[in-house]
C-alpha cells in the first residue's frame, strides 16, 4: 500500500516549490512537471492543493490525450484516504447515549486506517498514513462489543487492560499510607517511610492537633494541584496532536497514550490508566513534590493528588458508562461532546473550573 494522505496534506502544497493535487482519490505532485505542462505552470499553480478532477473532465478548460493521463501516473506518490466525519459540531448530547457498533470490514475498506480485526499497534507502527491523516482518522471514534486488541502477545495485551476497580484496589492504600505519614511527620519530623515500614511494627506517636490541620491543608492543596495537572496533561499532553513529528513513532506514543480511547472512547477495559502508565506518569510529579516542599507537606500533598486522581479515573469510566446524579450527567455530556463535537475544548473531567479559567469551555446543545 502507498503512502495515504488527508485532503489537509495536499492544501498545503500550493506553490512553485510544492505542487501537489488530487485526482480521483490519488495523490500526484507535479512540481517538476510545472515548466513542461503545455497550458503553462500557471494553469497547475491555479488548482495546486486541490482536487483536479473537474478541471480534467472539462473539455472547455484544455483537452487531455490519453498520454496525458499515463504521463500523470509518473507524479503519483499516495492516494487520499476517507473523509468520513463522525464527530460533528452539531452533536447534541444524551445522557442515554449509546453509539452503533462500526461494521469493520467497511469501515476499513471506506476509511484505509485501522482494521479492527487485528492488533492495533503494529498496524500504526507500520502505517502509510501521514500525521494529518492519523489525526482526522483517530478523532472519529469507532464502536466495538468487546476490547479490541492491541498486542498479538497476551502478557502485552493484559498491561493494556483495566478494570475501573484497580484504580482504587492499587492507589488507595498508597494514598492512606502517605497521608498518614504527613500526619506522622509533622507530629515528628524524624519519622520516614522505611522506619514506618519495618518489621515488627514500631511504636509510633500519636499525631497532634496541629499536625492534623497541617496535613488536611497539604491535602487539600493536592486535591488542587490535581485538578490543575488533569486539566494540563489532557490538553497540553494528551492533545499534543499538531505538535507531534509526522513519524510512526511518534502516531505509535499519541496512539497508546490517548489516541486509542478518542478513537474506541467506549471500551471500557481502556478508560482507566493502567497502573503501569500512571506510575510513570506519576514519578516525576512525586519526585518534584519531594524537592519543592519539606516532606510531611509533599507526603500530604502527594495523598490529596492520588486521591483525587483516583476519583478521576473512576468518574472518568462513570461518565461513559454508568447512570449519574445530575451534576455528573451534566459533565457525561460535557465529556462526551469532547469526544464527538469538538476534541480542542472541553478538557476538564472532573469539573469545568479550569477550562472557565483558560476559555476552553464546550458549549453542549442537550436533547
Known amino acids: 500500500m502507498g503512502r495515504i494522505f488527508a485532503f489537509a496534506d495536499v492544501s498545503k502544497h500550493a506553490s512553485r516549490k510544492s505542487c501537489w493535487m488530487s485526482y480521483k482519490g490519488n495523490v500526484y505532485d507535479v512540481t517538476p512537471f510545472l515548466a513542461d505542462h503545455p497550458g503553462g505552470d500557471d494553469l497547475l499553480l491555479e488548482y495546486g492543493g486541490k482536487d483536479m478532477g473537474g478541471v480534467m473532465a472539462d473539455p472547455t478548460q484544455h483537452v487531455h490525450s490519453n498520454s496525458a493521463y499515463e504521463m500523470l501516473e509518473e507524479y503519483k506518490i499516495g492516494e487520499l484516504g476517507g473523509d468520513e466525519k463522525i464527530v460533528s459540531k452539531d452533536w447534541v448530547a444524551s445522557v442515554d447515549f449509546q453509539p452503533d457498533e ?86 515528628d519530623p524524624s519519622i520516614t517511610a522505611s522506619s514506618v515500614l519495618r518489621l515488627p511494627l514500631p511504636s509510633l506517636p500519636t499525631p497532634k492537633t496541629s499536625a492534623v490541620l497541617c496535613t488536611l491543608s497539604s491535602f487539600f492543596l493536592g486535591n ?114 469532547h469526544h464527538y463535537k469538538n476534541f480542542e475544548l472541553g478538557f476538564g473531567v472532573t469539573s469545568k473550573i479550569w477550562d472557565v479559567v483558560f476559555n476552553t469551555v464546550l458549549p453542549v446543545n442537550e436533547k
Open 102 to 187: 462500526t461494521d469493520t470490514v467497511a469501515d476499513f475498506n471506506r476509511n484505509k486506517f485501522l482494521d479492527l480485526t487485528k492488533p492495533l499497534l503494529a498496524q500504526v507502527w507500520g502505517a502509510p498514513w501521514t500525521k494529518e491523516y492519523y489525526l482526522s482518522q483517530v478523532h472519529n471514534p469507532r464502536h466495538l462489543k468487546e476490547s479490541a486488541r492491541l498486542f498479538k502477545w497476551d502478557i502485552l495485551e493484559a498491561l493494556t487492560r483495566t478494570k475501573w476497580y484497580v484504580v482504587p484496589i492499587v492507589w488507595g492504600p498508597p494514598t492512606i499510607f502517605l497521608f498518614y505519614l504527613s500526619l506522622l511527620q509533622f507530629t
Open 224 to 337: 488542587i494541584v490535581w485538578t490543575i495537572l488533569e486539566y494540563t496533561m489532557h490538553r497540553f499532553l494528551f492533545h499534543i496532536d499538531y505538535y507531534l513529528p509526522d513519524a510512526n513513532w511518534a502516531l505509535m506514543l499519541h496512539f497508546l497514550l490517548h489516541g486509542i480511547h478518542h478513537y474506541l472512547p467506549m471500551d471500557r477495559l481502556r478508560l482507566v490508566m493502567p497502573p503501569t502508565l500512571f506510575f510513570i506518569l506519576e514519578t516525576p510529579f512525586t519526585k518534584l513534590a519531594h524537592v519543592v516542599f519539606p516532606k510531611a507537606v509533599a507526603n500530604g500533598v502527594i495523598a490529596g493528588a492520588f486521591a483525587f486522581y483516583i476519583l478521576y479515573d473512576c468518574m472518568h469510566y462513570a461518565l461513559h458508562h454508568t447512570r449519574l446524579p445530575q451534576y455528573m450527567a451534566d459533565m457525561k455530556r460535557y465529556h462526551l461532546a
